[in-house]
C-alpha cells in the first residue's frame, strides 16, 4: 500500500490544488492531504476551516484523507510511515524554492522522496494569494476555486478592508 502526503498552507484550497490532488490520488492507494498549521503565519482562513473545506471538495475521493500537522514536515512523514511527498511546480520560479525544501526534507530523512507534479496550463497563474486578492476587491472567482468554497471565500474578505 502506497501512501503519499500533499501537503501545504490551502489557505485557502484552489482549483490548481484540487488538479494536483485529483491527478495524485490517481497514482497512489492513499492520498493524505496535510495542512499546515502555522505559529508564524496569520492565515486567513483557521486550520479547522481549512480542512472542512478540503474534506468538502474532495468528499466523493475514496482514496483522499485530509489532516493537519505541525512542525517538520520530515516528522509528520516519519508519524505516519510515508516516503513520499507530492508538490505542484507552476512554472521555472517555483523550482528553486521546491528543490531547497526538497533537499532540507531528504537532509533531515534521507528516505523521503518529493515528487514534482507540473500544474494543468490552465492554473500555471493561479494561488491562494491570488485568490484573497481577487476576494479582497470583490472579483469574481469563478474557476479559480472550487464553486463550493466561493461563498465562504467571499464571505470571509466582504468586510475586509481593500
Ligand atoms: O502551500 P505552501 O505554503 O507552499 O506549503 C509549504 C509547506 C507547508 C509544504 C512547507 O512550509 C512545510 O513543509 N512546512 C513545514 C515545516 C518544514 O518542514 N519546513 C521545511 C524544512 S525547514
New binding site residues.
Partial sequence: MKTAVY?????PCTNG?LDVIKRASRLFDTLIV???I?SS?QPSFSVEERVEMLKSVTKDMDNVKICS????????MKNINSSI?I?GIRAVSDFE?EFQ?AL??RT?NPELETLFLHTSQDYMFLS?SIVKEIAKYGGCLDGLVPDDLIPIIKSRFENADA
Fill in positions: 501537503p501545504g498552507s490551502f489557505d490544488h496535510a495542512v499546515l502555522n503565519k500537522f505541525s512542525g517538520l514536515l520530515a516528522d509528520f511527498i508538490k524554492y525544501m532540507t526534507n533531515l491562494s
